[in-house]
């Protein structure tokens, strides 16, 4: 798959979970979702035409849906049910896909709207188990200098370019100190506030196809 589609599965697989009232997705709201500036690694700005073509791609490879019979077309995801995800699973690939190599650690906190999970080990577990399928799904990447925990990331893309990673992250700026707890705490609530905006926008936008049916 390429980041376009890697994405758009991503964006409905965490809406499913997260907002369900207003799952299945409309183009307009898969759109926003894709774009939105919280929650992403890459922010992208992924132009219509090719969410389009992405989704008739993967409708082709049966991993999304298209409902029948609205005037306003709604996309749901299938690949959850091709590749027998249960809900552990189902929340880790999300947030690998919408945001890339991960600790185990960050997992956890970014899947507590789809799947609380008990500590860190329990995150691990259900890694493992994804990555020593008959097909895996993740793979865990090697210790980068200066880091106390392994990252992992999906195989939806294919083989994995370990090379091309390392060199990213070693490319990747560093900070002299630790923020500061006021610092931190300002992220935290900046990144809620977002979060809160692109809420707002999905349902905003999925009211507006509503009242177009």
Not at 100 to 108: C, Y
Not at 135 to 163: N, S
Request: include cysteine.
């Amino acid at each position: 798959m390429d980041a376009t589609e890697i994405r758009i599965l991503g964006t409905l697989l965490e809406k499913e979970q997260t907002t369900p009232d207003y799952y299945p997705m409309t183009v307009n709201a898969l759109l926003a979702g894709c774009n939105q500036k919280s929650n992403r690694d890459p922010v992208t700005t992924i132009p219509e035409g090719d969410v389009w073509d992405a989704l008739d791609r993967l409708r082709k490879e049966v991993l999304v849906w298209r409902s029948e019979g609205a005037r306003v077309e709604r996309w749901s995801q299938s690949v959850s049910r091709r590749l027998e995800l249960d809900r552990r699973s189902k929340a880790l690939l999300t947030v690998l896909l919408l945001r890339g190599p991960q600790t185990p650690g960050e997992l956890r906190a970014r899947t507590e709207r789809m799947h609380a999970f008990e500590d860190r080990d329990a995150v691990e577990a259900a890694l493992q188990t994804m990555a020593d399928g008959v097909e895996p799904l993740v793979v865990e990447l090697p210790r980068q200098t200066g880091q106390k925990e392994c990252r992992w990331m999906h195989l939806l893309a294919g083989e994995i370019d370990l090379e091309a990673l390392q060199e990213t992250a070693a490319a990747a700026p560093t900070t002299s100190s630790p923020p500061s707890p006021t610092a931190t705490a300002l992220a935290g609530r900046v990144q809620q506030l977002e979060e809160d905006v692109v809420e707002l926008r999905h349902e905003l936008a999925a009211l507006r196809d509503r009242l177009g049916d």
